[in-house]
């Protein structure tokens, strides 16, 4: 057991845009795959690392977030030493701030007496907007044996796309995957021969703890920018490169693909190499009523289907009616689409209910979001 390790996890992103699905919830709890949460994949990784000491940094909307972790029992996280703990940004005793972080520093700073507080040697940072299968003791290894200050984990091949997302950092290194400076992408970019960042980052903790306090108290807020890109040519920061797939959920589109490249089995086998733990529900197994047609989708447990489903993803408990047609969507936890609705390229949020006849159809590039409670 990785007992000098201490898990760090960003619920939330700076650079998300993903409208009204993230209006009253967290990234990291926005459903992904059917059953599962974003905070599933990640909290996985550090469970198969055998991490178990696990701290999550929040913001704001964290209701649901803490509704789905429970106590941690599903991740193994309920234990006397270490464990699951959630860090709220009102946790800071004696402090008169508000929730709101000028940056991730600042996030880190404010929670700076909890992260003391624990006895691990090393820290293990991933954020919430990019997920992919990842052996952190690999990336443990790596970085005490190269005797590196900092690592940085990286892909070069983002999403499987040839577009590189905005904000998304890209890095830039040399033969020896030394980090020399850090370009924060502002703009939608080709991804032919570059090196993207994926949000995970290695260092000891007591490195941590100065170059925060240092950060701070010159007002500097953004770790990639005032830390790995400042002290790029001070420090030993070096590149660890991820070959598995990645998953970048920071827009909309961002989302629908991901879930979407999901139903692609080779991906599927990349994403679920090692096992995935959610919140159990004891929910009933799903039921295919005669008539119903269903092809190259998954279909969660509880669901009810009595019309077509195709190339989509369906949570637990969604409803499709008699002669409804459901094609490449995500349809959400408990949602009920009722006879003879069309749904093409749209995202149907918790509890939305299409009444019959309606016709949504969405695009590729800007799929149609119905808010979470909708009657539409």
């Not at 469970?47 to 941690?72: E, K, W």
């Not at 990286?154 to 950092?169: D, E, F, H, K, S």
């Not at 939608?188 to 995970?200: F, M, S």
């Not at 949570?315 to 408990?334: D, L, P």
Request: one cysteine or more; charged letters at 25%; proline letters at 2%.
């Amino acid at each position: 057991m990785m007992s000098n390790v201490l898990g760090l996890i960003f619920s939330y992103s700076e650079r998300e845009n993903l409208r009204e699905m993230t209006k009253t919830r967290t990234l990291a709890s926005l459903p992904f795959g059917g059953k599962y949460r974003i905070i599933d994949f990640i909290l996985s990784n550090y469970v198969n690392s055998a991490i178990y000491d696990i701290f999550i940094l929040t913001r704001n909307n964290y209701h649901s977030l803490v509704d789905h972790l429970g106590s941690g029992k599903e991740w193994d996280l309920t234990r006397k030493r270490g464990g699951l703990r959630i860090l709220s940004p009102f946790s800071n005793p004696g402090s008169n701030e508000t929730g709101v972080y000028k940056g991730t520093i600042e996030a880190l700073s404010r929670n700076m007496h909890s992260i003391r507080r624990s006895m691990a040697e090393y820290i293990v940072i991933s954020g919430s907007s990019i997920l992919c299968q990842m052996n952190f003791q690999d990336i443990l290894k790596s970085h005490i044996e190269r005797n590196a200050d900092i690592t940085v984990a990286y892909t070069r091949a983002m999403n499987g796309c040839n577009i590189i997302p905005q904000g998304v950092n890209l890095l830039k290194m040399d033969e020896d995957e030394r980090i020399h400076d850090l370009i924060i992408n502002n703009d939608d970019i080709n991804a032919q021969d570059v090196t993207c960042d994926i949000g995970v980052i290695v260092l000891k903790k007591s490195l941590l703890e100065s170059l925060v306090a240092d950060a701070m108290s010159y007002g500097r807020y953004d770790f990639y920018r005032d830390i790995i890109q400042r002290l790029s040519s001070t420090l030993n920061i070096l590149g660890y490169e991820c070959k598995n797939h990645i998953f970048e959920i920071s827009s909309v589109t961002g989302y629908m693909q991901a879930n979407m490249n999901l139903l692609n089995e080779d991906v599927r086998k990349n994403a679920f190499v090692q096992p995935i733990y959610t919140k159990v529900k004891d929910s009933v197994p799903a039921i295919y009523l005669e008539g119903c047609h269903v092809k190259n989708s998954i279909i969660s447990d509880g669901c009810k289907i009595e019309g077509s489903v195709e190339n989509s993803i369906l949570s637990r408990g969604v409803k499709i009616g008699k002669g409804a047609i459901v094609k490449n969507s995500i349809i959400m936890q408990n949602a009920e689409i009722m006879k003879t609705v069309i749904l093409d390229h749209v995202i149907l949020d918790k509890d939305v209910m299409v009444r019959e006849n309606r016709h949504i159809t969405g695009h590729d590039t800007y799929p149609v979001v119905i808010e979470k409670f909708s009657i539409v």
